[in-house]
């Protein structure tokens, strides 16, 4: 998630109530009782403190299930991770057995997987088939959710890229505000020379499903002045969306 993004919402999901305990890990945890204790102390090592709690959630990542699958007997290889190795036409060392999904490289997300098996057929089928990875969008269900395709600034950095960000909040958004649900706001992250968009991240009530238009851009190459010059409904949410576009080549004209 974009640094910056990731600030926003955190200072949101703050004021809902939730309390983030950062750089701190979990020693062990007791639920002998009717509530649950968990007993903490700062990463770099402290002062060790207790939370009780109703209900714990563990969520620390996730991993591939191919334990168990029988691959060592017909011999195929699975990475430190025990990640199937594949191929670029997600073929294994024996060429008839494909893999796609959870259980070999790439993000575990199901939409991705869908992608990966239309293209494995059309590999079977047409010898020829194509995902592209940078145009997989990620959704963190929360509310406000937020939504992400393409690369963040820190990527890009890295990369040496050039580029110029543009943002718009929802407090800004006529429908927003008609729905009392103004928290958020849509960034884009484009080249500074041809304007091509290079990522776009979302906070905002319906950012798992604005998303969309920002896979479809990216997908198609489009620079942020193409979206801007797009018209948009009023009132609608993804009018922030276009605003957004406008603020990274030129100017919003609404805020």
Sequence with gaps: M????????????????LKFKLNTKVIKGDDDGENVRIHVEAAKGGKEE????????????????????????????????????????????????????????????????????????????????????????????THPEVAWVGQNEAELKAAGVKYKAGSFPFTANSRAKTNLDTDGMVKFLADAETDRILGIHIIGANAGEMIAEGVLALEYGASTEDVGRTSHAHPTLAEAFKEAAMATYGKAIHY
């Design 50 to 141: 207790t939370l009780d709690a109703d209900v714990v959630l563990v969520a620390i990542g996730r991993r591939p299930y191919t334990a168990g699958l029988g691959l060592e007997n017909i011999g195929l290889e699975t990475d430190e991770r025990g990640r199937i190795v594949i191929d670029q036409e997600y073929r294994t060392k024996l060429p008839h057995i494909r893999v796609i999904g959870d259980c070999t490289f790439g993000p575990m997300l199901a939409h991705k997987a869908e992608e990966e098996a239309v293209a494995a057929i059309e590999f079977i089928t047409k010898n020829y088939g194509h995902v592209n990875y940078n145009a997989i969008p990620s959704v963190m269900y």
């Design 2 to 17: 974009d640094a910056e993004i990731s600030k926003n919402i955190q200072k949101i999901l703050t004021k809902q109530g």
